[in-house]
């Protein structure tokens, strides 16, 4: 699984997005992945967007390890998942990885999952994350973490 960049500027040029607000991350589908019919299990499909986000963090600067450790965890109130066509063992997608909002408490992440050799799109979701404390109470983002949330990937020397 790796940060995918090649098919960016095609994809957001598609959807009119800025490079800043998006990340590509590459998952090959794998037997493991699957049911006994060879099409990715349905549920899988959290998974992916739980490590397409993470690296959407990454990439901004921001470990959950780092920030859990200071006190605060992200956890997610509300994911929806529209299936649109099947993945099957040996396809490779590309997890697009947006921000699609922030409020003082909460973001939410859209993702789409295309396959990779032709584009087509597999699945498209979003998943709402609310800002915790350790005794998961509710709490404020903070400041550095939202802009760094909101900001472009940080490049590397």
Not at 105 to 120: M, N, Q
């Given at each position: 699984?790796?940060?995918?960049?090649?098919?960016?500027?095609?994809?957001?040029?598609?959807?009119g997005?800025?490079?800043?607000?998006i990340?590509?991350?590459?998952?090959?589908?794998y037997?493991?992945?699957?049911?006994?019919g060879?099409?990715v299990?349905?549920?899988?499909?959290?998974?992916?967007?739980?490590r397409?986000?993470?690296?959407?963090l990454?990439?901004?600067?921001?470990?959950?390890?780092?920030?859990?450790?200071?006190?605060?965890?992200?956890?997610v109130v509300h994911?929806?998942?529209?299936?649109?066509?099947?993945a099957r063992?040996?396809d490779?997608?590309?997890?697009?990885t947006?921000?699609a909002?922030?409020?003082?408490?909460s973001?939410t992440?859209?993702h789409?999952?295309?396959?990779?050799a032709s584009?087509?799109?597999?699945v498209?979701g979003s998943?709402?994350?609310?800002?915790?404390?350790?005794?998961?109470?509710?709490?404020?983002?903070?400041?550095a973490?939202l802009a760094a949330?909101?900001?472009?990937?940080?490049?590397?020397?």
């Amino acid at each position: 699984m790796t940060c995918y960049r090649s098919l960016a500027s095609s994809f957001l040029h598609a959807i009119g997005h800025q490079r800043s607000a998006i990340c590509f991350m590459e998952i090959r589908i794998y037997y493991e992945d699957t049911d006994c019919g060879g099409v990715v299990y349905y549920a899988n499909y959290l998974k992916y967007f739980e490590r397409a986000r993470t690296q959407y963090l990454e990439e901004r600067g921001l470990s959950v390890a780092d920030l859990r450790d200071q006190g605060t965890q992200f956890v997610v109130v509300h994911a929806e998942v529209d299936y649109r066509s099947p993945a099957r063992y040996g396809d490779t997608l590309v997890i697009e990885t947006s921000l699609a909002g922030t409020s003082q408490v909460s973001f939410t992440f859209a993702h789409v999952l295309r396959e990779r050799a032709s584009g087509r799109i597999v699945v498209e979701g979003s998943a709402k994350l609310v800002t915790v404390d350790d005794q998961l109470k509710v709490k404020r983002l903070d400041k550095a973490v939202l802009a760094a949330v909101q900001g472009p990937p940080q490049t590397r020397n």
